[in-house]
Structures are given as C-alpha cells and as structure tokens.
C-alpha cells in the first residue's frame, strides 16, 4: 500500500507561481517512478512531468518543459512541482501518482499504480 497526498494548490494569477508537493507513505520501497497528471474539466487526464527516485532521471511534457521543475527529497518521501510562469491554460487538478516499475511508458496514466487525491491549481488571466 502507498498513499500520496498533496498539497501546495491554489488561486494564483498569470505569470506567477506555485510549488505543489506530494508526500509519500507507506511501501514507498515499492515505488520507483513519481509522476505528475493533470485534469482539466472536460478532458482526459494528462502527463506533466515525473522522476524517478533512484538517479533523479527526470521528464516533462512539452507544454510544460522550461516552466516546471520536478525534483524529490528521498529522506522525506516528498516529491515537488515547482511551476513557474503560470498561464491560465495550466488550470486544472493536479495529481500526484506513483509508479512500481521504471520501464513502459512514463507518460501514461495507466502505468501508476496509485494516485493521490488532487488538489486545485486555478491561474487567472
């Protein structure tokens, strides 16, 4: 069993940033990928970025590469998004999801094997 909660969402306007984190509990051991999805209302869940725990091997999604940062800090099982120059198309809810294997697909959301419950980034134009 693995739980993920994050935290750090909220209403921010354009241009300006946020710093989302996910911390991790339970059989983190089991876990080798971290990943960051997005939701929109309307739309499919998407990929925004992940990295693994082991060699800090990170990823991101073209929409998002240059303006967010993923980064972990293993002692405190948390994994962050750092999320710079906020447009309003970045609103959605975010949710941080967890990985048992480091091969297959990283983007794909059927690859996590566990999720956290979301929380809300809203960016105002």
Request: net charge positive; glycine share 12%; hydrophobic share 35%.
């Amino acid at each position: 069993q693995v739980r993920l909660v994050e935290s750090g969402g909220g209403l921010v306007q354009a241009g300006g940033s946020l710093r989302l984190s996910c911390a991790a509990s339970g059989r983190i051991f089991s876990t080798y990928v971290m990943g960051w999805f997005r939701q929109a209302p309307g739309k499919e869940r998407e990929f925004v970025s992940a990295i693994s725990w082991i060699g800090g091997n990170t990823y991101y999604a073209d929409s998002v590469a240059g303006r967010f940062t993923i980064s972990r800090d293993n002692a405190q099982n948390t994994v962050y998004l750092q999320m710079n120059s906020l447009k309003p198309e970045d609103t959605a809810v975010y949710y941080c999801a967890a990985r048992r294997s480091r091969g297959g697909v990283w983007t794909a959301p059927n690859e996590y094997d566990y999720w956290g419950q979301g929380t809300q980034v809203t960016v105002s134009s």
